[in-house]
């Protein structure tokens, strides 16, 4: 009997109390992933982690991008660095669920952003409860 190894194309899950989170990368366009700052067309969703700033197509772009290049093993520092978060030191995988809950959905993108454009203005900030 031969048995056929699978190629190593798996897609990293990271298991968060017991829910898997899927790090698979979204479809970017060829250049998004080295578009620095400048917003392009249809990027409407940008990273508010500390001094990032980057634009995305969509909110699964921005939680994709946050999990690998600020919450990777390597790099992630301990605790939330996204704007307006209080930093409380975090596992990495509670991170992991803390960014996809607070920070990625669709409204949390767009309302941080609403609150970037107003200079943070303080009375729109949502609990964090």
């Not at 009997?1 to 190593?8: D, G, H």
């Not at 990271?14 to 899927?22: A, D, E, L, P, S």
């Not at 197509?57 to 921005?62: D, E, M």
């Not at 669709?106 to 729109?124: C, S, T, V, Y």
């Amino acid at each position: 009997l031969f048995l056929q190894s699978t190629p190593a194309t798996s897609i990293p899950t990271v298991q968060v109390q017991g829910q898997q989170i899927n790090l698979q990368p979204p479809s970017y366009t060829a250049a998004s992933q080295h578009a620095d700052q400048m917003k392009k067309p249809g990027q409407n969703f940008m990273c508010l982690w500390q001094s990032c700033k980057k634009w995305f197509q969509t909110p699964s772009q921005v939680f994709y991008h946050a999990a690998t290049e600020h919450g990777g093993k390597d790099v992630y520092p301990g605790q939330c660095l996204w704007e307006g978060c209080e930093p409380f030191q975090r596992q990495r995988f509670s991170f992991i669920t803390h960014l996809q809950d607070k920070h990625c959905s669709r409204d949390a993108l767009l309302a941080g952003l609403k609150q970037d454009e107003h200079g943070q203005a303080g009375n729109q900030k949502p609990s964090n409860k």
